[in-house]
C-alpha cells in the first residue's frame, strides 16, 4: 500500500543564475581561492559542539534535527550514512541514523555556498557564488570517511543547472540560452562526448533526473501545467493540463507525487508512471514539501503544517 507520513521536511533551493565565463579549470585551488581558511587541522567534532550532539547513550528519537546550522546539501548514503554541508563553512560531516554525534570530514573552509549536488556517497559538485555573483560549479570527491580531508576537483563552467547522473561518474548537464534548453549527460569531471538527452526552444522547464530515468515539468504557476517523461529525447505526456501543478519524482522515477490547486484548494496525488495510473491523497499538501523514502514500496513523507500524525492509507493500495 502507500504509506503517507505526516510531519516536519527539509527542503533545499535551487540557483537561477547562469555563469558567465569561460571554458573548465583543473587545479588543487581551494587553499588560494578561499582565504577564509584551507585544510587546518581541525579535530572532528564531537558532542555537544556546533552540530548539537549529546551523550552517545542519550536514545535517539525517531525525528531529530541533524544539524543546528543551515545545509546546503545532504545525502544518505547506501550504508545508511546521513553527509551533509554547512552552508556557512562548507565544512563536510557525517552521522549515523542511530547516534547523535556528527563527525567532520573535511576542514577546507568554503564560504558561501549555496548548493551541493551529490552525484552518488564520494563524488559531488559545489555551487557557490563569487564576489560577481556569478555561480561556480565545482566537481569535488571525498575519498574516505576520515577527518581532515582535503578537497580537489576541478571547475564545471557554462552550465546553468546540475542534476546527478545515471552513476556516481556522470552528472547532466543542464544549459540554457536565449534560443532555449539542452540537457546533456557526460562523464565528470572530464565532461567530454555529452550525450543529448531533452532539447526545447523553451526555457522554462524544469528538469529531474531520477536514475536513468529523465523528467520535464512546466515552470510552475497558476496556470495548468504539464509533466513529461523524457524517452530518447522525446517528450512523454504524464500529465496534462493540472491547475498549479508541482511534481516530486521518487527517486527510481516509478512514482511522482504531484500537488494541484483549484479554487484555493489543494490537492495531493501520487501518479504510477508506468501505467498511467492516479491515487489521489486525503491531505491538503504541495509536493515540494514531500519527499520519498528509499523503500521498495511507495512510502512519502510530507510537511502538513495542520497534522502532526504518522499514518498508513489502508485504501490507496499501488
Known sequence: GLAVVIGGVVWFSSLVTAPKDGSAK?????????????????????????????????????????????VAGAHFSKNGIIRYVERETGH?????????????????????IQQVVWLGDRAFIIQYLDEADTIKNYWGSLATSTANQSLTGQFLENVTEILPGATEEQAIFVTKTTSGIRAEQAAVPETKGKQLLFSSSLRSWKLFAQGNTLFAVTAPSSGNGFFYKIENGNPEPLLRNIPGLLVSPRPDGAYAAYSSQTGGEVFLSVLDTKSGVTYELPIAAIAPKCTWF?????????GVSALSETFTIENWLI
Do not use: H, Y
Not at 39 to 66: A, D, I, W
Not at 294 to 302: A, G, K, N, Q, S
Open 294 to 302: 528509499r523503500t521498495d514500496e511507495p512510502l512519502l513523507f510530507c
Open 26 to 70: 583543473s587545479a588543487d585551488l581551494f587553499s588560494s581561492l578561499f582565504p577564509f581558511g584551507n585544510n587546518q587541522n581541525v579535530p572532528p567534532s564531537t558532542p555537544g559542539t556546533e552540530n548539537g550532539g549529546t551523550e552517545s547513550n542519550t536514545p535517539v528519537p525517531l525525528l531529530r534535527k541533524v544539524s543546528d546550522a543551515p
Open 92 to 112: 563536510f560531516f557525517e552521522t549515523a541514523p542511530d547516534s547523535l554525534q556528527s563527525l567532520r570530514i573535511s576542514n577546507t573552509t568554503i564560504p558561501g
